[in-house]
């Protein structure tokens, strides 16, 4: 009897649709956000993130809506990233009824964004995104990087130094996305996960990279992750996540089922 | 004019709007869910919703400034009260976060920080799905089966000095008061407005409940 393992499902939205092409059978609307946030909560989701992936102010005002939306119909604990640069935009997430937003970018041009967010909201509301590769060679110790602009700009700031100094500036968690693995399926970069979660006391989300059911145990028992998340897996109808969860519970992890 | 008014205190620290938006979704056409800052309204209620987030010494302040403490204090004695995470912990007299805070007082107790000295390992805050062990047979936990699991979100926990204030356990590291009972008062550490249809019973089970 402890505390279970979280599966969350990521959607991106655009525009106030979620694009990626979801695809259940049986759903009316494909592109509905509340439509698709009910179907996982009912597949067992513990927790669901909205990765507003728009880019223009009118845009956000759109997320906003579908942030109240959902979260009027749907009780499991919501996420909100992307764009989030602002105590106004933390503050205004929050209202609509996210329950964490999600820091990338502003993190890093100015890192005490995270201790003031912190401070204001709370640190159980406050997921630092980290987005890094790796930078060693074969054969070198391991080092990873913190790259922006999906994956395509180096900042040189060490990734395991980055999540501890996050966690000293309040963060309540640390969402870890290999930019090496995102999109791959050939499973998380298990050996960053690692290095990130063993050296933090908060917990970690592992992310990029996964294929198929077993990359999410790998994720908790050799990533040491406290949640996984994925996109396209649940997305496309292969697997729903009451699957995924009895595979975790199947391989000794403890689930909410 | 029989429609009943369960008050939802807002005194700025809390999800509001996900705490009203749960009660709302489970309340009947006769009941009316109100989120306030007005003690007139906490008096006037049939049932009071005591939410909170963030930390004990902040909402300390902000009940302070809305006016809330003595309204509060008076209708935790005397109405139907449900407490939910910070609005259960600074129902206790004092709390150790933010290098020690004097709470309401309403239940003899303390809350604390979990023991991460003797427990090394553990992830703190305790953020997610755990267990309540019911411990005792509340209105309250009416079809909700034993050990259901709750999303959890604190570093903090309480300690009350009454142990049969104790209505429900959970195990982080240690095992903990996860939910409090005591006449007319339930209190819960987990966030019911976010731990899907059990969260959503509890919300039932106390619109439903006459304090007793």
């Given at each position: 009897?402890?505390?279970?393992?979280?599966?969350?499902?990521?959607?991106?939205?655009?525009?106030?649709?979620?694009?990626?092409?979801?695809?259940?059978?049986?759903?009316?609307?494909?592109?509905?956000?509340?439509?698709?946030?009910?179907?996982?909560?009912?597949?067992?989701?513990?927790?669901?993130?909205?990765?507003?992936?728009?880019?223009?102010?009118?845009?956000?005002?759109?997320?906003?809506?579908?942030?109240?939306?959902?979260?009027?119909?749907?009780?499991?604990?919501?996420?909100?990233?992307?764009?989030?640069?602002?105590?106004?935009?933390?503050?205004?997430?929050?209202?609509?009824?996210?329950?964490?937003?999600?820091?990338?970018?502003?993190?890093?041009?100015?890192?005490?964004?995270?201790?003031?967010?912190?401070?204001?909201?709370?640190?159980?509301?406050?997921?630092?995104?980290?987005?890094?590769?790796?930078?060693?060679?074969?054969?070198?110790?391991?080092?990873?990087?913190?790259?922006?602009?999906?994956?395509?700009?180096?900042?040189?700031?060490?990734?395991?130094?980055?999540?501890?100094?996050?966690?000293?500036?309040?963060?309540?968690?640390?969402?870890?996305?290999?930019?090496?693995?995102?999109?791959?399926?050939?499973?998380?970069?298990?050996?960053?996960?690692?290095?990130?979660?063993?050296?933090?006391?908060?917990?970690?989300?592992?992310?990029?990279?996964?294929?198929?059911?077993?990359?999410?145990?790998?994720?908790?028992?050799?990533?040491?992750?406290?949640?996984?998340?994925?996109?396209?897996?649940?997305?496309?109808?292969?697997?729903?996540?009451?699957?995924?969860?009895?595979?975790?519970?199947?391989?000794?992890?403890?689930?909410?089922? | 004019?029989?429609?009943?008014?369960?008050?939802?205190?807002?005194?700025?620290?809390?999800?509001?709007?996900?705490?009203?938006?749960?009660?709302?979704?489970?309340?009947?056409?006769?009941?009316?869910?109100?989120?306030?800052?007005?003690?007139?309204?906490i008096e006037?209620a049939d049932s009071i919703?005591?939410?909170?987030?963030?930390?004990?010494?902040?909402?300390?302040?902000?009940?302070?400034?809305?006016?809330?403490?003595?309204p509060i204090q008076k209708a935790a004695q005397e109405k139907p009260f449900?407490?939910?995470?910070?609005?259960?912990?600074?129902?206790?007299?004092?709390?150790?976060?933010?290098?020690?805070?004097?709470?309401?007082?309403i239940?003899?107790?303390?809350?604390?920080?979990?023991?991460?000295?003797?427990?090394?390992?553990?992830?703190?805050?305790?953020?997610?799905?755990?267990?309540?062990?019911?411990?005792?047979?509340?209105?309250?936990?009416?079809?909700?089966?034993?050990?259901?699991?709750?999303?959890?979100?604190?570093?903090?926990?309480?300690?009350?000095?009454?142990?049969?204030?104790?209505?429900?356990?959970?195990?982080?590291?240690?095992?903990?008061?996860?939910?409090?009972?005591?006449k007319n008062l339930?209190?819960?550490?987990?966030?019911?407005?976010?731990?899907?249809?059990?969260?959503?019973?509890?919300?039932?089970?106390?619109?439903?409940?006459?304090g007793?």
């Open positions: 009897m402890s505390l279970a393992k979280r599966i969350i499902p990521c959607l991106d939205v655009d525009d106030g649709r979620v694009v990626k092409g979801v695809q259940f059978v049986d759903i009316r609307d494909a592109g509905d956000p509340v439509e698709i946030a009910k179907r996982y909560d009912e597949q067992g989701a513990d927790e669901i993130t909205f990765l507003d992936i728009t880019a223009t102010a009118h845009e956000r005002d759109t997320m906003v809506h579908v942030v109240e939306d959902v979260a009027s119909q749907v009780f499991i604990p919501l996420t909100v990233g992307g764009g989030i640069r602002s105590l106004e935009d933390v503050r205004t997430m929050l209202n609509a009824g996210a329950d964490k937003v999600a820091v990338n970018s502003a993190a890093i041009f100015n890192p005490g964004f995270v201790k003031e967010a912190c401070d204001a909201f709370g640190s159980q509301c406050i997921v630092v995104a980290i987005d890094a590769k790796k930078v060693s060679g074969e054969g070198e110790d391991n080092k990873w990087e913190i790259f922006t602009h999906g994956g395509r700009k180096e900042t040189g700031i060490d990734a395991v130094e980055w999540a501890q100094k996050m966690e000293k500036l309040g963060a309540g968690e640390l969402l870890v996305t290999s930019m090496d693995r995102d999109g791959t399926k050939i499973g998380f970069d298990l050996e960053l996960t690692r290095a990130i979660a063993d050296s933090v006391k908060i917990p970690v989300i592992a992310s990029g990279g996964v294929g198929e059911l077993s990359h999410l145990s790998q994720g908790v028992l050799q990533g040491h992750a406290e949640a996984v998340l994925a996109a396209s897996i649940f997305h496309f109808g292969e697997h729903t996540i009451e699957e995924a969860k009895r595979a975790m519970q199947a391989d000794g992890i403890e689930m909410r089922l | 004019m029989n429609q009943k008014l369960v008050a939802v205190v807002d005194y700025g620290m809390g999800n509001l709007r996900s705490v009203s938006k749960a009660a709302e979704h489970m309340a009947d056409d006769q009941t009316r869910i109100l989120i306030t800052s007005h003690p007139e309204d006037k919703i005591f939410p909170g987030q963030g930390a004990a010494k902040a909402c300390m302040h902000a009940l302070q400034e809305t006016g809330m403490i003595h449900f407490g939910i995470c910070m609005g259960l912990q600074v129902l206790m007299s004092h709390s150790d976060e933010n290098d020690g805070v004097d709470c309401l007082d239940i003899k107790g303390e809350v604390k920080h979990f023991d991460l000295e003797r427990n090394p390992e553990l992830k703190v805050p305790h953020m997610g799905w755990n267990q309540i062990h019911q411990t005792n047979e509340h209105p309250l936990w009416y079809g909700i089966p034993q050990e259901s699991r709750f999303y959890f979100v604190h570093s903090y926990f309480v300690e009350p000095q009454n142990p049969n204030y104790i209505a429900g356990e959970t195990t982080h590291g240690q095992t903990f008061a996860s939910a409090l009972s005591h339930f209190a819960i550490q987990a966030h019911p407005e976010k731990s899907a249809e059990h969260g959503l019973q509890l919300f039932k089970n106390f619109l439903q409940w006459n007793q």
